[in-house]
């Protein structure tokens, strides 16, 4: 061989060589995060879920990359992102909310999807069942639709001559008609009228809070709702200032003045979801990993507010509370 062919071929080799090396490396995974709610408000939800990828053996930024996508509680725009992310070809979405997982199932069969609700993911339509989820989507639940007739229970509990409720609810969420008919058979049970007041946006609290007084309401109920649940401490104070006695299924509800809270643990609800997303980074499949369901729940009372309510809360009610803030 001559030499100048000999020191080409050597040249070649050594700049084909890195490249080859680098064609064997594995791509770093991709989650593509995708949240309803605004970023700053879900802060220690997303540090659950962190938590349960570290649990998993994921680090982001060591071993696995996040690329969020957070609706800033415009469930309109979670279609969009969904889509989104689809074309990114993320590894898998972890879809953080009902809304955001209803919208992440609609836009792909093939890439994994782990989500949290609060609701029957078998009811509204999420997986064939809990046990066996099938196709590429599984998650973690609270069963939130069960919840619903308990918050309307406690709050009769509390304020047993209650006889007109209103349901405070964001009109832009999809599961709003389940909710109101999980309630109905509560609400007959306990001989209570019903008033539905939407809120989409914080400029709605005045007006939902103008019609109680019109109504003459004798308490205030609220669900799950991603926004609502971001507004906990506005509304606990609004609920202080109008006298209103009221139960949400957010524990800072109550520990911002509010009368009562109920729910099962969120933060466990997103690090079990991060955990899941972690085990599908390593080769699992969303099909064979049974839906995770929340098992305990929590109930606070405020019973400062209570007092400044004029509420005796009965014995029975606080002996089966979680806490008691005094």
């Known amino acids: 061989m001559r030499r ?6 050597i040249t070649g080799a050594a700049v084909a060589w890195p490249l080859a090396v ?7 995974p991709v989650i593509g995060l995708l949240g309803a709610a605004i970023a700053n408000d879900w802060t220690r939800y997303i540090s659950a879920f962190r938590h349960g990828l570290r649990d998993a053996g994921y ?31 993320v590894t898998v979405i972890a879809a953080l909310s009902t809304p955001a997982a209803q919208a992440a199932k609609a836009a792909t069969t093939t890439i994994p999807i782990v989500f949290t609700t609060n609701r029957d993911p078998v009811q509204i339509g999420l997986v064939a069942s809990l046990s066996h989820p099938g196709g590429n989507i599984t998650g973690a639940t609270n069963l939130g639709v069960e919840v619903e007739p308990k918050l309307l229970e406690l709050l009769h509990d509390a304020v047993p001559n209650a006889k007109i409720i209103a349901l405070l609810v964001n009109p832009t969420n999809s599961n709003t008609d389940a909710l109101l008919k999980s309630l109905q058979p509560a609400a007959h049970t306990f001989g209570l009228q ?9 400029g709605d609290f005045d007006t939902v809070f103008a019609t109680l007084h019109e109504l003459r309401a004798d308490g205030l109920v609220s669900p799950g709702d991603v926004f609502l649940t971001s ?19 957010d ?18 609800e997103y690090r079990q979801a991060g955990v899941y997303t972690g085990r599908i980074l390593k080769g699992e499949k969303p099909a064979d990993l049974p839906v995770v369901q929340g098992t305990t729940f929590e109930l606070v009372i405020n019973l400062k507010t209570a007092k400044a309510l004029g509420l005796n809360v009965p014995h029975g009610l606080l002996n089966a509370a979680d806490e008691v803030i005094e």
């Open 59 to 89: 680090v982001e930024g060591d071993n696995v990359t996040i690329e969020p996508r957070w609706a800033n509680n415009q469930y309109e725009q979670l279609p969009g992102m969904a889509a989104e992310l689809v074309r990114r070809q």
């Open 231 to 249: 507004r906990s401490k506005e509304l606990a104070a609004l609920t202080m200032r109008h006298a209103v006695p009221a139960i949400f299924q």
């Open 4 to 9: 100048r062919e000999l020191i080409t071929g």
């Open 251 to 268: 524990r800072e509800f109550a520990a911002a003045g509010g009368l009562m809270s109920y729910t099962g643990s969120i933060p466990e």
């Open 194 to 202: 019903v008033h539905v007041l939407e809120a989409r946006t914080e």
């Open 22 to 28: 680098l064609a064997q490396q594995p791509r770093t």
